[in-house]
């Protein structure tokens, strides 16, 4: 039972001057299902709110008054000290405990005899969530470094009032690094433990976190990898965030906040922890330290718009690029690796700053400044300029006005524009309010096209506004006002400010607002509703089946589709065109996922799932694709189906896949009526027949053993060789611009899974490095899978081309001089140009075991099968003289996978449908 002497958890709280945030923290205490918590409240004073719930509930309330002004941590100490819990919990006012937090914490602690317990807390970063992704108790530190390294333990934390006593004295230390640190064994448990966290201010909070770092790192003096880790996510979580920060504070909060916080940070930024960030990062970081308020504005600007140039940048006579002349011989400015040498000058994204902005007689004067760095105007071209002026919201209506002062100076360009917005630009009044202008400096006649960045102070509200003539009359608005957005670009509003428009928009609002509006907007919301429920898959599915399905055939009408619309491309395209070469007369559609670009003029469209895509299908003679249409669509009874297939099988395939095992019997149904769909199965080898037809349970009768279409062109590729040679390379070299000096290598992984959202897949292989080593005689080809997209860093121009995007990946076959994969379909096709084969697999052992496979690759491939990254350029430096090695292992590779793939698969296909169709 639960007395004043003994408690199963205190929670201490700090009081301060938000009354109400102590109400919710305590109320929050109160509420409690661990029903032996009290909440200790620390006063530097007579504190009403305080004295006022102790006096509600004495049982489980007390107040520690401090008698004196004292730092919040000593409070906090007096606070700790005052405790009776078997453990203790710090919440600050505002903060509210999750009802079962206690429970929870408390719990764990005694299942697992804890001396600290750590939950999660709300709003917390990426990697406090992956810290508490799951329970799990800790006894070494180097297990979980982030509950020190880190400000892991801010909140959402409870330690046993034991341990207490052996906290290390550290100034202004964490209290949780110091409690991490004195704790034997750390429990932590993946339940929300507090929510209300007040939101954080870098700026303002950075000089106490600067405090608590120092203290943190004497804690951990003699641990070099814990402090160096302290150091490095002190940057990352603190200064970096501060840096961006400095983007919205005006011209005399920025000097001051840089003054303040540079002698904050003295000694606390290591040349190693600066040295390790990102370009862009470290060289904010550094002016911060340096206390250049206005060179760390631009880099806040260059860290939310990634790729601008926000500096003057200048190259050194070893070919670095620096981030101004200022700074040429200091190697923490360096940025090279952006690539920007690399660009031309109407490529790159640059900064253009407002410097002055008012209104003059009838016109808006704007001044401004372009950033123009490398020097890249220095031989004087032909500057014209003008100001664009859009509405937003796409809608199509521009005013173009000359500027007619653009001249180059100190090394950027500076221009002077006047807008007549009063007389030039006349809105409706309505749907067009905010108007964005953004410069177009011409170059030599090449345009470049500017945001505008501006400061609120240099955009003065009352000394910029312009009266404004809508077509709807000015009592729809009467005045532009020139303002600065939230992401600090200069705009123009169309606003009502004299009393005859503020009345009539009063009365719009109203309208569409109040009464008027509540009758219309059922109505309204009923009609979307139905047109919604029209188009939804559900309804398109039922009129697909019950009426669609049964119209009548329509002679020679094929539907075409690839990769399930994402593509013109593969075996369905060697199939639509051999039918075009022979003339046949059949009609042929192609569905497209997203975007019609790439596929054939001569061909009807459809766009997947929409109506046109369903009338075609059911009326079809034949369905051709490489992948599967649509599983709920069920084939017409006239229709015959040609399943071309994407690819051998290395994996598992259908029912024979792990996951396929643990379905329950409607999805086993689902798919087994969709491969049943299926009335001819392309196959180019026995081992097609071995995996694939028996994976997806597909009898003999239905295989059709001629190869893969798409395969036609590496035949005849192979073959021409053996008569010609490799020279002249395909159109396709010249429109990439590869020379015939150099060595083609395609790279084309795997499909590894659908990243999470917001983030790019990762190429297991580094192309800069592969750039920096072979980029005077190699040329790489970056394809990443259809279901993938990837990033690709900034090389020299030639080296690195991202190929993704290209319809056919037979042409990059064809045009290739080597092929790096890992375990991708894509080997059982390239082996049949007997070229260079490599596996880049550094996983190869990890996806076996996750996915299953049907052979041992190592053990059968058609090339080197290699792990990390060194060792593939050096197979790649030595793979000339290597690769006879390989030669007699890569022919049998092909023989094997690749037997029916004699260049008449197109040919056999198109006998197919012409049979039928005749």
């Known amino acids: 039972m639960t007395t004043p002497e003994a408690y199963d958890m205190s929670c201490v709280v700090v009081c301060g001057t938000d009354a109400a945030g102590l109400r919710a923290t305590v109320r929050s205490v109160l509420e409690q299902t661990l029903a032996g918590t009290e909440a200790v409240l620390v006063t530097a004073g007579a504190d009403d709110t305080a004295a006022s719930l102790a006096a509600a509930d004495p049982q489980r309330i007390r107040v520690v008054h401090a008698g004196a002004e004292s730092p919040a941590c000593v409070l906090r100490d007096l606070g700790l000290a005052a405790a009776r819990g078997r453990y203790v919990l710090v919440a600050a006012p505002g903060e509210r405990l999750e009802r079962h937090a206690c429970r929870n914490l408390f719990e764990a602690g005694r299942r697992t005899d804890a001396d600290l317990v750590a939950g999660r807390r709300d709003g917390a970063p990426a990697w406090h969530k992956e810290l508490h992704a799951r329970s799990r108790v800790v006894e070494d530190l180097a297990d979980a470094p982030e509950l020190v390294t880190r400000d892991s333990l801010s909140g959402g934390f409870c330690v046993r009032r034991g341990v207490l006593g052996a906290l290390p004295d550290a100034g202004r230390a964490l209290f949780g690094v110091r409690a991490a640190l004195a704790a034997r064994r750390i429990a932590l448990v993946p339940n929300l433990i507090t929510t209300g966290c007040a939101p ?54 920025r000097r001051e906040a840089a003054d303040t916080l540079a002698g904050s940070l003295d000694g606390l930024v290591t040349p190693e922890a600066l040295g390790a960030l990102p370009p862009v990062e470290r060289i904010g970081v550094r002016l911060l330290t340096d206390g250049d308020a206005d060179g760390v504005r631009a880099a806040a600007y260059a860290l939310a718009r990634p790729g601008t140039v926000v500096s003057p940048l200048v190259m050194t006579g070893e070919g670095r690029v620096r981030w101004s002349a200022e700074h040429a011989d200091d190697d923490m400015f360096d940025v090279t690796e952006l690539g920007y040498q690399y660009r031309e000058f109407t490529d790159l994204r640059l900064l253009n700053r407002v410097t002055h902005c008012l209104r003059q007689g009838a016109v808006l004067v704007v001044e401004g400044r372009l950033v123009v760095p490398l020097g890249l105007l220095d031989e004087r071209p032909a500057l014209a300029a003008r100001l664009d002026l859009s509405v937003r919201g796409g809608r199509a209506h521009t005013l173009s006005v000359p500027v007619r002062d653009v001249r180059q100076e100190g090394g950027g360009v500076v221009w002077r524009a006047e807008l007549p917005l009063t007389g030039a630009l006349r809105p409706r009044g309505i749907g067009d309010r905010v108007w964005d202008p953004r410069l177009v400096l011409t170059v030599d006649g090449v345009p470049v096209t500017t945001d505008l960045l501006a400061d609120k102070a240099a955009v003065p509200t009352r000394a910029t506004a312009l009266p404004a003539r809508p077509l709807l009359t000015r009592l729809t608005a009467d005045t532009w006002q020139p303002y600065v957005t939230a992401k600090h670009h200069l705009a123009v509003c169309l606003l009502p400010r004299r009393r005859a428009a503020r009345t009539a928009q009063a009365l719009a609002h109203y309208v569409t607002h109040f009464r008027p509006a509540r009758k219309l907007k059922p109505v309204l919301r009923t009609l979307r509703k139905k047109r919604e429920a029209l188009h939804s898959p559900r309804v398109k599915l039922r009129v697909y089946r019950r009426i669609l399905s049964r119209l009548p055939v329509s002679k020679g009408l094929v539907v075409f589709e690839s990769h399930m619309g994402k593509c013109y491309g593969d075996s369905p395209r060697a199939v639509h065109e051999e039918l075009l070469a022979r003339g046949a007369g059949v009609r042929c559609v192609w569905s497209y996922a997203t975007s019609p670009a790439g596929f054939p003029e001569g061909a009807r469209l459809v766009r997947r799932w929409s109506w046109p895509y369903l009338w075609a299908l059911a009326r079809a003679e034949w369905w051709v694709d490489n992948q599967g249409f649509p599983h709920a669509l069920d084939k017409p009874r006239h229709t015959t189906y040609l399943q071309t297939w994407h690819g051998s099988a290395y994996k598992r395939m259908g029912f024979d896949e792990a996951r396929h095992r643990t379905m329950n019997a409607p999805e086993r149904e689902r798919l087994r009526r969709a491969v049943g769909r299926f009335d001819h199965f392309m196959v180019r080898s026995e081992h097609d027949v071995r995996t694939l037809a028996r994976a997806y349970r597909i009898p003999e009768e239905r295989l059709l053993r001629a190869g893969y279409p798409r395969n036609d062109r590496l035949v005849e590729a192979l073959r021409r060789d053996e008569r010609e040679g490799r020279f002249p390379r395909p159109p396709l070299a010249t429109e990439l611009g590869i020379p015939d000096h150099r060595t083609v290598v395609l790279y084309a992984p795997t499909f590894r899974g659908v990243p999470k959202k917001g983030q790019i897949a990762q190429l297991p292989l580094d192309v800069k490095e592969f750039a920096q080593r072979f980029g005077d005689t190699h040329v790489l080809l970056v394809r990443a899978h259809y279901m993938e997209a990837a990033s690709l860093p900034v090389t020299p121009p030639g080296t690195v081309v991202d190929v993704s995007g290209h319809h056919d990946v037979s042409e990059l076959l064809v045009l290739a001089d080597v092929l ?18 490599v596996h880049f697999a550094p996983d190869l052992d990890a996806y076996t075991a996750d996915r299953g496979t049907y052979f041992d690759l190592r053990e059968r491939a058609g090339g080197p099968v290699i792990e990390t990254q060194e060792e593939l350029l050096r197979t790649l430096g030595g793979l000339k003289k290597a690769d006879g090695e390989w030669q007699a292992a890569r022919r049998a590779f092909a023989a094997e996978f690749g037997s029916y793939d004699d260049g008449g698969a197109a040919r056999a296909a198109a006998d197919l449908i012409l049979g039928k169709k005749g």
């Open 200 to 253: 954080a201010d870098p700026v303002r909070d950075l000089p106490r976190a600067a405090g608590a770092q120092r203290d943190t790192l004497e804690l951990l003096d003699g641990d070099d990898v814990l402090r160096a880790a302290r150091e490095s996510a002190f940057l990352t979580d603190h200064v970096i965030p501060c840096v961006r920060a400095f983007l919205p504070l005006g011209p005399d909060d």
């Open 820 to 837: 790096i994969t890992d375990y991708s379909s894509i080997m059982f096709d390239y082996a049949l140009l007997d070229r260079p084969l």
